[in-house]
T-cell receptor, first 115, second 116 residues
Framework: DGGITQSPKYLFRKEGQNVTLSCEQN?????MYWYRQDPGQGLRLIYYSQIVNDFQKGDIAEGYSVSREKKESFPLTVTSAQKNPTAFYLCASSMGRESPYNEQFFGPGTRLTVL | AQSVAQPEDQVNVAEGNPLTVKCTYS??????LFWYVQYPNRGLQFLLKYITGDNLVKGSYGFEAEFNKSQTSFHLKKPSALVSDSALYFC??????????????FGTGTLLAVQP
């Protein structure tokens, strides 16, 4: 899982609550990503950030929000507007846009369950 | 639309036999191609990538992959499977001129089951 940490490993949320998933990297990577994984659907991109203080929506951004105030941190908030948040969430990082052929490194994931 | 297809949800192989996990892609321009492996309740681990050059790419744990431009394929292979290779495998692609991002397009994954 490289130099990326995600916490918590398991998270339980009641309906109507917002929760924040943590992602920290010590790889000095410029780019960071959040994916959602559901069985049979592969990985879907929620948000990504190419540089500090900048981020863009991915394919399924509705009901999620992010911030990128520090290079090493990219927290994801799952809001009450997300209708089906139960999933496995993966954070990743990579070198910046000047190195497009470099692989992404993934954290160990956070499993979110809505009660 | 740009996409990656992994046509097999599951591949079963006996230990010691060769294995192949298939991947085809549809992107504009020349692609950068990646294979990742995921063990249960873990993040993805990078196996190998194709950028340019030799069509046969060697990666971690004895895996290799063959890039075939005419068939737009990037199949993952291993000469002799191990029970410990049992995991979920993802193919991913990034167009070589994907603009100002390094976004990857992932396939839906193939579960490899190696029987002892």
């Amino acid at each position: 899982d490289g130099g990326i940490t995600q916490s918590p490993k398991y998270l339980f949320r009641k309906e109507g609550q917002n929760v924040t998933l943590s992602c920290e990297q010590n790889l000095n990577h410029d780019a960071m990503y959040w994916y959602r994984q559901d069985p049979g659907q592969g990985l879907r991109l929620i948000y990504y950030s190419q540089i500090v203080n900048d981020f863009q929506k991915g394919d399924i951004a509705e009901g999620y929000s992010v911030s990128r105030e520090k290079k090493e941190s990219f927290p994801l908030t799952v809001t009450s507007a997300q209708k089906n948040p139960t999933a496995f969430y993966l954070c990743a990082s990579s070198m910046g846009r000047e190195s497009p052929y470099n692989e992404q490194f993934f954290g160990p994931g956070t499993r979110l369950t809505v009660l | 639309a740009q996409s990656v297809a992994q046509p097999e949800d599951q591949v079963n192989v006996a230990e010691g036999n060769p294995l192949t996990v298939k991947c085809t892609y549809s992107v504009s321009g020349n692609p950068y191609l990646f294979w990742y492996v995921q063990y249960p309740n873990r993040g993805l681990q990078f196996l190998l990538k194709y950028i340019t050059g030799d069509n046969l790419v060697k990666g971690s744990y004895g895996f290799e992959a063959e890039f075939n431009k005419s068939q737009t394929s990037f199949h993952l292979k291993k000469p002799s499977a191990l029970v410990s290779d049992s995991a979920l495998y993802f193919c991913a692609v990034r167009p070589s001129y994907g603009g100002a991002t390094n976004k990857l397009i992932f396939g839906t994954g193939t579960l490899l089951a190696v029987q002892p």
